[in-house]
């Protein structure tokens, strides 16, 4: 492959413009499309596209089932429960067998061609993260509403483990168009003590529809979103504990089973704190683009 990847010392003016439009993180999406080649038209006009999320099935009852109950089982395991301060549980599965063969579930055809539509390129797993949220807790920052930061174009996957029936918690988005409204009208990406639960009012203001859909989730189905682009929030459980699978993706030179063997996927204990360039290199290998650092 020609194209050329420089990635600028960290910590200086040019890293800090990587995430901006056309800076690093854009110029790796441009080479993965490249070494794509095009050729995965078929995903049409989706709700991801056009709307900026979808809701889609990834695991079947069992296996939500299953990877809840793992979540628990690893929990029990002494030193492996990570608390936090809004009692949101995470685990770390520790085993690459396991999430390869999760992975192989929950990338079933159709959501590997839509993810690959959206990028316009082979994606990797960047990291995971499996959660437990109790009911009852005072909401964190992901639970009100905000954009995420980071490059301009990943995607983030959040799998429901159990039904929203079951917990009363899920997650709300407004699409693309309301985002930029809000945004123009002054809600972009406030900081996190300014975010707010309810947007009615700026909506009201801004000539936008604030109707977020409280999506009811069966075990096994979720969201793939752009989190940099459509307004969201977490609605917490009222009534049961809500097990997330959450995944980021992110655009590659190389589809993800290559990727995952590449990459030694990131478990995942702070969003916006873990964006860098290490995974580029390992990415490219021999036979991708290639990559210089500073
Ligand atoms: O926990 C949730 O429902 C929201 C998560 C979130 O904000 C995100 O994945 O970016
Ligand atoms: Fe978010």
């Known amino acids: 492959m020609t194209a050329e990847i420089r990635i600028p010392q960290l910590d200086t003016p040019e890293w800090d413009a990587s995430m901006a439009t056309g800076g690093l993180f854009d110029q790796w999406h441009t080479a993965c499309r490249e070494s794509h080649g095009g050729g995965i038209a078929d995903a049409g006009d989706t709700d991801l596209m056009r709307l900026g999320f979808e809701k889609m ?72 993260l499996l959660s437990r949220t109790h009911p009852n807790q005072a909401p964190n920052v992901s639970f009100l509403w905000h954009r995420d930061a980071g490059p301009p174009t990943f995607l983030n996957m959040m799998v429901y483990l159990n039904g929203t ?24 990406y406030p900081p996190v003590s300014e975010r707010l639960s309810d947007l009615s009012d700026l909506a009201g203001k801004a000539g936008a529809e604030y109707n977020p859909v409280d999506l009811s989730l069966a075990p096994g189905e979720g969201f793939i979103f752009q989190p940099t682009k459509v307004l969201h929030r977490g609605i917490l459980p009222t009534q049961g504990t809500r097990y997330v699978l959450f995944l980021n ?20 204990e702070s969003v916006a704190g873990n964006w860098s360039p290490n995974h580029f290199a390992v990415l490219a290998g021999d036979d991708g683009p290639t990559v210089i650092s500073a």
């Open 249 to 268: 993706l992110m655009p590659s030179c190389c589809p993800w089973r290559e990727g995952f063997r590449r990459w030694t996927m990131n478990y995942m």
């Open 165 to 188: 029936e079951e917990h009363g918690g899920g997650t709300q988005f407004l699409d693309m168009e309301t985002t930029k409204k809000l945004a123009a009208a002054g809600y972009d």
């Open 57 to 128: 099935t990834f695991l079947d009852g069992e296996a939500a089932e299953k990877l809840r109950n793992r979540i628990d089982q690893i929990a029990d395991m002494p030193g492996r429960l990570i608390k936090t301060d809004t009692d949101q549980d995470k685990v770390n599965e520790s085993s690459d067998k396991h999430l390869f063969s999760l992975l192989a579930k929950v990338f079933h055809p159709q959501a590997e061609r839509r993810i690959a539509h959206y990028f316009g390129s082979d994606f990797f797993v960047h990291w995971y």
